[in-house]
Protein backbone atom coordinates (compact mmCIF):
# COMPACT_ATOMS: atom_id res chain seq x y z
CA UNK A 1 0.00 0.00 0.00
CA UNK A 2 1.78 3.02 -1.29
CA UNK A 3 0.58 5.83 1.45
CA UNK A 4 3.05 8.21 -0.06
CA UNK A 5 2.09 8.87 -3.87
CA UNK A 6 4.09 10.74 -6.77
CA UNK A 7 2.02 10.02 -9.78
CA UNK A 8 4.60 12.29 -12.23
CA UNK A 9 7.70 9.70 -12.88
CA UNK A 10 9.65 12.60 -15.21
CA UNK A 11 9.35 16.30 -15.37
CA UNK A 12 11.07 18.78 -17.94
CA UNK A 13 11.07 21.98 -17.32
CA UNK A 14 12.81 25.03 -19.21
CA UNK A 15 15.65 26.73 -17.30
CA UNK A 16 14.16 29.89 -15.53
CA UNK A 17 10.67 28.47 -15.84
CA UNK A 18 8.79 27.14 -12.36
CA UNK A 19 9.19 23.79 -11.76
CA UNK A 20 6.06 22.03 -10.24
CA UNK A 21 6.32 18.42 -8.13
CA UNK A 22 3.44 16.76 -6.74
CA UNK A 23 2.40 14.49 -4.14
CA UNK A 24 -0.64 12.39 -2.57
CA UNK A 25 -0.94 10.77 0.70
CA UNK A 26 -3.44 8.49 2.32
CA UNK A 27 -2.73 8.50 5.88
CA UNK A 28 -4.27 10.84 8.16
CA UNK A 29 -1.57 10.54 10.74
CA UNK A 30 0.84 11.73 8.88
CA UNK A 31 2.15 15.19 10.76
CA UNK A 32 5.38 16.52 8.98
CA UNK A 33 5.88 16.24 5.09
CA UNK A 34 9.63 16.34 3.61
CA UNK A 35 11.05 16.84 -0.09
CA UNK A 36 14.50 15.32 -0.74
CA UNK A 37 16.65 15.75 -3.74
CA UNK A 38 18.88 12.65 -5.06
CA UNK A 39 21.59 12.68 -7.10
CA UNK A 40 22.94 9.70 -9.06
CA UNK A 41 25.54 7.99 -6.85
CA UNK A 42 24.61 10.36 -3.81
CA UNK A 43 21.76 9.14 -0.60
CA UNK A 44 19.19 11.42 -1.02
CA UNK A 45 19.34 15.79 1.01
CA UNK A 46 16.86 16.85 2.27
CA UNK A 47 15.58 20.02 0.65
CA UNK A 48 12.28 21.74 2.45
CA UNK A 49 9.77 20.84 4.72
CA UNK A 50 6.59 21.71 6.43
CA UNK A 51 4.03 20.61 9.32
CA UNK A 52 0.64 19.91 8.92
CA UNK A 53 -0.15 23.12 10.88
CA UNK A 54 0.92 24.98 7.83
CA UNK A 55 0.08 25.28 4.36
CA UNK A 56 2.99 27.30 3.19
CA UNK A 57 6.64 27.04 3.22
CA UNK A 58 9.41 29.13 1.33
CA UNK A 59 12.76 28.35 1.84
CA UNK A 60 14.64 30.91 -1.36
CA UNK A 61 13.27 29.45 -4.30
CA UNK A 62 12.19 26.58 -2.83
CA UNK A 63 8.34 26.48 -1.59
CA UNK A 64 6.58 24.00 -0.34
CA UNK A 65 2.54 23.74 -0.16
CA UNK A 66 0.31 21.74 1.74
CA UNK A 67 -3.65 21.02 1.25
CA UNK A 68 -4.16 18.59 3.96
CA UNK A 69 -8.36 18.57 3.40
CA UNK A 70 -6.90 17.24 -0.48
CA UNK A 71 -4.30 15.50 1.31
CA UNK A 72 -1.87 16.70 -1.13
CA UNK A 73 1.45 18.82 -1.31
CA UNK A 74 3.34 20.34 -4.18
CA UNK A 75 6.88 22.00 -4.26
CA UNK A 76 7.77 24.61 -6.32
CA UNK A 77 11.07 25.54 -8.19
CA UNK A 78 11.36 29.30 -9.47
CA UNK A 79 13.56 29.86 -11.04
CA UNK A 80 14.45 26.13 -12.05
CA UNK A 81 17.83 25.85 -12.90
CA UNK A 82 19.94 23.36 -14.69
CA UNK A 83 21.37 22.18 -11.25
CA UNK A 84 18.07 21.23 -10.06
CA UNK A 85 17.90 18.33 -12.22
CA UNK A 86 17.80 15.14 -9.84
CA UNK A 87 14.95 13.27 -8.71
CA UNK A 88 12.70 14.49 -5.96
CA UNK A 89 10.96 12.42 -3.43
CA UNK A 90 8.28 13.12 -1.52
CA UNK A 91 8.10 12.18 2.35
CA UNK A 92 5.54 12.28 5.07
CA UNK A 93 6.29 11.30 8.51
CA UNK A 94 4.43 10.94 11.87
CA UNK A 95 4.17 13.45 15.06
CA UNK A 96 6.83 13.48 17.29
CA UNK A 97 10.11 14.05 15.59
CA UNK A 98 11.57 10.62 15.89
CA UNK A 99 9.41 8.14 13.37
CA UNK A 100 10.01 6.86 10.30
CA UNK A 101 9.86 8.29 6.99
CA UNK A 102 7.39 6.95 4.19
CA UNK A 103 8.73 7.88 0.44
CA UNK A 104 7.05 8.61 -2.69
CA UNK A 105 8.38 6.80 -5.45
CA UNK A 106 10.12 9.95 -6.91
CA UNK A 107 10.27 12.54 -9.69
CA UNK A 108 13.01 13.22 -12.15
CA UNK A 109 13.22 16.69 -13.04
CA UNK A 110 15.15 18.07 -15.90
CA UNK A 111 15.88 21.29 -16.16
CA UNK A 112 17.07 22.13 -20.04
CA UNK A 113 19.22 25.21 -20.38
CA UNK B 1 33.94 15.60 6.27
CA UNK B 2 31.12 15.13 9.14
CA UNK B 3 28.13 13.50 7.13
CA UNK B 4 27.07 10.23 7.17
CA UNK B 5 29.83 7.39 6.17
CA UNK B 6 28.43 3.98 4.69
CA UNK B 7 31.11 1.30 4.34
CA UNK B 8 31.50 -0.41 1.80
CA UNK B 9 30.20 1.54 -1.43
CA UNK B 10 29.68 -1.43 -3.28
CA UNK B 11 29.34 -5.22 -2.28
CA UNK B 12 28.79 -7.95 -4.88
CA UNK B 13 28.37 -11.22 -3.29
CA UNK B 14 26.86 -14.91 -3.99
CA UNK B 15 23.75 -15.97 -3.02
CA UNK B 16 23.77 -18.12 -0.16
CA UNK B 17 26.74 -15.80 1.86
CA UNK B 18 26.58 -13.38 4.55
CA UNK B 19 27.46 -9.77 3.97
CA UNK B 20 27.77 -6.70 6.50
CA UNK B 21 27.27 -3.20 6.66
CA UNK B 22 28.55 -0.17 8.35
CA UNK B 23 27.21 3.28 9.27
CA UNK B 24 28.77 6.11 11.11
CA UNK B 25 26.45 8.45 11.64
CA UNK B 26 27.31 12.17 11.89
CA UNK B 27 28.51 12.49 15.75
CA UNK B 28 26.21 14.47 17.62
CA UNK B 29 23.36 12.48 16.05
CA UNK B 30 21.26 9.76 18.53
CA UNK B 31 18.93 8.62 15.97
CA UNK B 32 19.83 6.34 13.14
CA UNK B 33 17.92 4.93 10.63
CA UNK B 34 18.41 2.16 7.76
CA UNK B 35 16.37 2.30 4.52
CA UNK B 36 16.31 0.07 1.81
CA UNK B 37 16.17 1.51 -1.88
CA UNK B 38 15.07 -0.57 -4.91
CA UNK B 39 15.19 0.49 -9.05
CA UNK B 40 12.28 2.78 -9.34
CA UNK B 41 11.23 3.25 -5.98
CA UNK B 42 11.83 5.74 -3.13
CA UNK B 43 13.51 4.43 0.39
CA UNK B 44 11.54 2.09 2.18
CA UNK B 45 12.43 1.82 5.98
CA UNK B 46 13.66 -1.11 7.52
CA UNK B 47 14.61 -0.41 11.29
CA UNK B 48 15.75 2.87 13.56
CA UNK B 49 17.43 3.20 16.45
CA UNK B 50 18.03 5.89 19.50
CA UNK B 51 21.56 5.68 20.76
CA UNK B 52 21.73 1.65 21.12
CA UNK B 53 17.87 0.92 21.81
CA UNK B 54 16.31 -0.48 18.32
CA UNK B 55 12.83 0.89 18.72
CA UNK B 56 11.33 0.08 15.90
CA UNK B 57 11.72 -2.67 12.76
CA UNK B 58 9.55 -3.24 9.57
CA UNK B 59 7.93 -5.87 8.57
CA UNK B 60 10.12 -6.13 5.28
CA UNK B 61 13.03 -6.99 7.83
CA UNK B 62 13.42 -11.09 7.83
CA UNK B 63 14.78 -12.64 10.63
CA UNK B 64 18.02 -13.31 8.11
CA UNK B 65 18.58 -9.87 8.43
CA UNK B 66 20.01 -8.04 11.93
CA UNK B 67 21.37 -4.55 13.07
CA UNK B 68 22.92 -3.15 16.22
CA UNK B 69 24.40 -0.14 17.26
CA UNK B 70 26.37 -1.58 20.13
CA UNK B 71 27.49 1.93 21.88
CA UNK B 72 24.75 4.04 20.42
CA UNK B 73 27.66 5.28 17.87
CA UNK B 74 28.02 3.15 14.57
CA UNK B 75 25.34 0.86 13.46
CA UNK B 76 26.09 -2.44 11.19
CA UNK B 77 23.63 -3.70 9.16
CA UNK B 78 24.11 -8.08 8.73
CA UNK B 79 22.11 -10.00 6.18
CA UNK B 80 22.51 -13.40 6.24
CA UNK B 81 22.18 -16.44 3.53
CA UNK B 82 21.46 -13.68 0.62
CA UNK B 83 19.04 -14.15 -1.99
CA UNK B 84 19.00 -12.45 -5.32
CA UNK B 85 15.84 -10.26 -3.95
CA UNK B 86 18.15 -8.88 -1.32
CA UNK B 87 19.90 -6.62 -4.03
CA UNK B 88 19.42 -3.00 -3.73
CA UNK B 89 20.89 0.43 -2.20
CA UNK B 90 21.20 0.38 1.56
CA UNK B 91 21.06 3.49 2.87
CA UNK B 92 21.99 4.78 6.71
CA UNK B 93 20.47 8.43 8.11
CA UNK B 94 21.07 10.32 10.82
CA UNK B 95 18.89 12.97 12.95
CA UNK B 96 19.69 14.56 16.37
CA UNK B 97 15.68 14.60 17.05
CA UNK B 98 16.10 18.21 18.57
CA UNK B 99 13.79 19.84 16.26
CA UNK B 100 9.97 18.73 15.91
CA UNK B 101 11.08 17.93 12.20
CA UNK B 102 12.20 14.01 11.34
CA UNK B 103 15.14 16.08 9.12
CA UNK B 104 17.01 12.90 8.49
CA UNK B 105 21.02 12.80 6.83
CA UNK B 106 21.38 10.01 4.74
CA UNK B 107 24.68 8.78 3.53
CA UNK B 108 25.90 7.60 -0.06
CA UNK B 109 24.49 4.08 0.61
CA UNK B 110 25.73 0.55 0.19
CA UNK B 111 25.02 -0.72 -3.17
CA UNK B 112 24.54 -4.71 -2.78
CA UNK B 113 24.25 -7.02 -5.31
CA UNK B 114 23.58 -10.85 -4.60
CA UNK B 115 24.66 -12.98 -8.22
Known amino acids: DQQVKQNSPSLSVQEGRISILNCDYT??????FLWYKKYPAEGPTFLISISSIKDKNEDGRFTVFLNKSAKHLSLHIVPSQPGDSAVYFCAASGAGGYQKVTFGTGTKLQVIP | DTGVSQNPRHKITKRGQNVTFRCDPI?????LYWYRQTLGQGPEFLTYFQNEAQLEKSRLLSDRFSAERPKGSFSTLEIQRTEQGDSAMYLC?????????????FGPGTRLTVL
Open chain 2, 93 to 105: ASSSGTSGINEQF
Open chain 1, 27 to 32: NSMFDY
Open chain 2, 27 to 31: SEHNR
